[in-house]
């Protein structure tokens, strides 16, 4: 079975402010945080027709990395994407505060193992004030297993 996510992560509170025009949906995630998965209407309607990959994702729209930035000045905003099957796959992530990017892009391909900073992710989750659980990392702790599959977020 595969899991793939592309999603928006933020506060819960500055999420539910940023996404008021965006024709999205949100869903809550533990430790006060919530994603917008990045759907395929979200993608569409963000698009400017570029086909360009902006910083490398794949999800993420051409120019939406400035809509992320914008939204930064509220609070740190990361966009991440994950993509596996049968255990083997890929993920990236960034986030931006207060108006910049802060940190990554991160990139971890098929064939690389997580640094010891831990996955791309969990690094960005980290980055917005998540705290892993002992013996697991942020990914888990904020609850980003409960679905595997970016659409399945949206109710």
């Known amino acids: ?7 928006v992560i933020a506060g ?9 025009d965006v024709p999205a949906a949100r869903a809550s995630l533990e430790q006060g945080l919530a994603l917008m998965p990045m759907t395929s ?9 570029d ?4 910083l490398g994702f794949w999800g993420l729209p051409e120019g939406f990395d400035g809509r992320l ?19 083997v796959g890929e993920q990236r992530a960034a986030v931006w505060d207060d108006g910049a990017l802060v940190l990554g892009p991160l990139g971890i391909g ?16 980290r980055r917005l004030g998540a705290v892993a659980r002992a013996g697991g990392d942020e990914f888990s702790a904020v609850g980003l297993g409960r679905h595997r599959h970016s659409a399945h977020w949206v109710g």
């Open 1 to 7: 079975m595969g899991y793939e996510l592309r999603a």
């Open 12 to 20: 819960e509170e500055l999420l539910r402010t940023i996404t008021r």
């Open 41 to 49: 209407d979200l993608f569409d309607s963000a698009t400017n027709g």
């Open 51 to 54: 086909t360009t990959r902006a």
């Open 69 to 87: 930035a914008a939204w930064s000045a509220g609070g740190p905003v990361a966009f991440v994407e994950a993509e596996y099957f049968g255990g």
């Open 110 to 125: 098929e064939d690389q193992g997580f640094p010891v900073a831990g996955s791309p992710i969990s690094q960005a989750l």
